[in-house]
């Protein structure tokens, strides 16, 4: 189960733009264009080396949509502590960062704010408790974009005491790439780049992870590739549940997020935002 997640992680976060085409940063599975009604969740942008890479794609370099993150306070960004360490990997500094909010990001076009990016110590690849949390600041507040919220303290333990995540439902938001297609051949993703959304019901509920049900055929939707980092809101509420971490290789059944309501992650956004 470990070495899944290893894998999921990583494969979420990869930021893949293959051959020549320059491809715009789209995205959630069995979604729908978000256009204007997550306007806090945004894409992070860097600009990734032309060449192979150090998880075996290649790229034809230029600045790319990499992942997904939302905005919690004027010059806080909040993504998954597993999209530093791969830009980190790929030579990227922490202030070689950008954040789009467009709700669609155009290589060349899309409005960037430069961001510095925070590791978060806590975080590990492996483990009960991966901390799958990180921040970018902004050196200037972000005006004219409401802000999400953060849930209090044990949040979803609190209502999983009571019977009140039982078909609870989800709304996950990204820039990453749409459901596969088949036929003819192996499984292709979908483009990637658009601000979307879907909904998915509650599955389970650990100590670090919210598990959260992505099966279309039960009605429900979940994230894909550069989808990581992005807010998996309680209902259609502006509260985080938690971060998209992974789900399963073809992203067909199974949604994992992060919860923000555990200690660990209160632990390191406190030293960046007013926690509730």
């Given at each position: 189960?470990?070495?899944?997640?290893?894998?999921?992680?990583?494969?979420?976060?990869?930021?893949?733009?293959?051959?020549?085409?320059?491809?715009?940063?789209?995205?959630?599975?069995?979604?729908?264009?978000?256009?204007?009604?997550?306007?806090?969740v945004g894409a992070?942008?860097?600009?990734?080396?032309?060449?192979?890479?150090?998880?075996?794609?290649?790229?034809?370099?230029?600045?790319?949509?990499?992942?997904?993150?939302?905005?919690?306070?004027?010059?806080?960004?909040?993504?998954?502590?597993?999209?530093?360490?791969?830009?980190?990997?790929?030579?990227?500094?922490?202030?070689?960062?950008?954040?789009?909010?467009?709700?669609?990001?155009?290589?060349?076009?899309?409005?960037?704010?430069?961001?510095?990016?925070?590791?978060?110590?806590?975080?590990?690849?492996?483990?009960?408790?991966?901390?799958?949390?990180?921040?970018?600041?902004?050196?200037?507040?972000?005006?004219?974009?409401?802000?999400?919220?953060?849930?209090?303290?044990?949040?979803?333990?609190?209502?999983?005491?009571?019977n009140g995540l039982?078909?609870?439902?989800?709304?996950?938001?990204?820039y990453g790439m749409?459901?596969?297609?088949?036929?003819?051949?192996?499984?292709?993703?979908?483009?990637?780049?658009?601000?979307?959304?879907?909904?998915?019901?509650?599955?389970?509920?650990?100590?670090?992870?919210?598990?959260?049900?992505?099966?279309?055929?039960?009605?429900?939707?979940?994230?894909?590739?550069?989808?990581?980092?992005?807010?998996?809101?309680?209902?259609?509420?502006?509260?985080?549940?938690?971060?998209?971490?992974?789900?399963?290789?073809?992203?067909?059944?199974?949604?994992?997020?992060?919860?923000?309501?555990?200690?660990?992650?209160?632990?390191?956004?406190?030293?960046?935002?007013?926690?509730?």
């Amino acid at each position: 189960m470990k070495k899944l997640l290893v894998a999921l992680m990583l494969a979420l976060a990869a930021t893949v733009v293959v051959g020549t085409a320059a491809q715009p940063a789209a995205a959630i599975t069995y979604g729908a264009p978000d256009g204007g009604l997550h306007p806090n969740v945004g894409a992070l942008v860097a600009e990734v080396p032309a060449g192979p890479g150090p998880n075996g794609f290649t790229y034809d370099g230029g600045k790319v949509a990499v992942s997904s993150g939302t905005l919690i306070a004027s010059r806080v960004f909040l993504i998954a502590g597993h999209s530093v360490e791969i830009l980190h990997s790929y030579g990227i500094k922490d202030d070689e960062v950008w954040v789009s909010f467009d709700s669609a990001f155009i290589r060349g076009k899309s409005k960037l704010i430069p961001g510095t990016m925070h590791a978060n110590p806590g975080f590990r690849w492996i483990g009960s408790n991966a901390n799958d949390v990180a921040v970018i600041t902004f050196d200037e507040d972000v005006m004219g974009i409401p802000l999400a919220k953060l849930p209090t303290a044990g949040q979803l333990d609190q209502l999983a005491a009571k019977n009140g995540l039982k078909d609870q439902k989800f709304t996950i938001v990204g820039y990453g790439m749409q459901e596969t297609s088949v036929g003819g051949g192996p499984p292709v993703f979908g483009p990637s780049g658009e601000r979307r959304f879907t909904t998915g019901t509650f599955n389970a509920l650990t100590p670090a992870f919210l598990h959260i049900s992505a099966n279309h055929a039960l009605g429900n939707g979940g994230s894909g590739m550069f989808d990581s980092g992005g807010p998996n809101f309680l209902a259609d509420s502006n509260v985080i549940a938690g971060t998209t971490t992974g789900g399963d290789p073809l992203c067909r059944a199974l949604q994992i997020a992060c919860r923000m309501d555990t200690p660990a992650a209160r632990d390191y956004l406190e030293h960046y935002v007013t926690l509730p």
